[in-house]
């Protein structure tokens, strides 16, 4: 009955039911609860009611693994996920059935003007589906996103720096470019071992972003290059593969005699998130320290 009044925003029923007692997170064969229901279409005062209620589980997960959030961004309902992110509780990061996050959901179904909320609170960029997909895989995979909410500006920088038309603008290829922008990565493999940029078919378009793209690590070839070697200052790997002992650059075979790491390129950038993120950012970079390695002669 809870479920049918929810579904049909009945608000006076669910306040009634609410007020006599009625377990506020009850569930059907499918796990679904009303926050769910209410969230999937878009019933923004039931949900306001739901989230005001004592008890009330805003990460609940249904049997597909799917959380209120997931609902709501699916099915675009920007009041419902505005008023889910200012629950303090509520937790960005749950992965569905589908290792799908609600930012994955978000990029793959269009949704720029979520995506950059979610970004903006601090999901995680680099998260990956059930099939090793990144956000910049479904980018590219989405031929056109919704213009509701999406960070136009930012958008036209990266048409701009792309080179192509404004009526592109919210084409997968700029989308992919703004979301590299804020720090997703472009050389993480699928399961398929596909790069993002190896799902572009145009071959000029692939070029063009490959010069935006940060250069790779030699040795994974899975991250961001981003420890230098000295003396002849090329870009060689990652910060995890950066432990192997080179003793010669992988690039012009120059000895090797020490090594430093560079900040990534998107510390600045990234600082329009939450203070807690970039106070982290400048810790981080505060311990890039370089560190000698011994060379035999
Ligand atoms: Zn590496
Ligand atoms: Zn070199």
């Not at 505060?286 to 060379?295: C, P, R």
Request: net charge neutral.
């Amino acid at each position: 009955m809870f479920l049918f009044f929810t579904l049909r925003d009945h608000l006076q029923a669910v306040e009634i039911l609410l007020s006599r007692g009625s377990e506020v997170n009850p569930r059907n064969k499918d796990g679904l609860t009303p926050l769910h229901w209410a969230c999937t279409w878009g019933h923004t005062h039931t949900v306001g009611l739901l989230l005001g209620h004592n008890g009330i589980d805003v990460n609940v997960v249904d049997n597909a693994g799917d959380t209120p959030l997931h609902e709501a961004v699916r099915g675009q309902r920007n009041g419902v996920v505005s008023l889910l992110l200012n629950q303090g509780s509520v937790q960005l990061d749950i992965k569905n059935k589908k290792k799908m996050t609600p930012l994955l959901e978000a990029v793959s179904r269009g949704h720029l003007g979520m995506t950059h909320l979610l970004i903006a609170l601090g999901a995680n960029i680099n998260a990956v589906d059930g099939e090793g997909n990144s956000c910049l895989h479904l980018a590219m995979e989405t031929e056109v996103f919704n213009s509701e909410d999406a960070p136009m500006d930012l958008l036209n920088e990266c048409c701009t720096a792309l080179n192509l038309k404004k009526d592109e603008m919210l084409s997968g290829v700029v989308a992919a470019k703004y979301l590299a922008s804020q720090g997703a990565n472009f050389h993480h493999r699928n399961n398929k071992y596909n790069t993002p940029l190896d799902l572009i078919k145009d071959p000029n378009l692939r070029k063009k972003l490959e010069t935006f793209s940060p250069p790779q690590c030699l040795l994974c070839r899975n991250k961001e290059a981003t420890t230098k070697v000295h003396p002849c200052e090329h870009l060689l790997t990652c910060e995890e593969c950066s432990k192997v002992p080179l003793k010669r650059c992988l690039r012009c075979l120059k000895p090797v005699t020490s090594r430093g790491r560079v900040e990534a390129r998107k510390f600045e950038d990234r600082c329009v998130q939450t203070e807690a993120t970039c106070q982290e950012l400048e810790v981080a970079s505060q311990e890039t320290g370089e560190y000698k390695i011994i060379v035999p002669n």
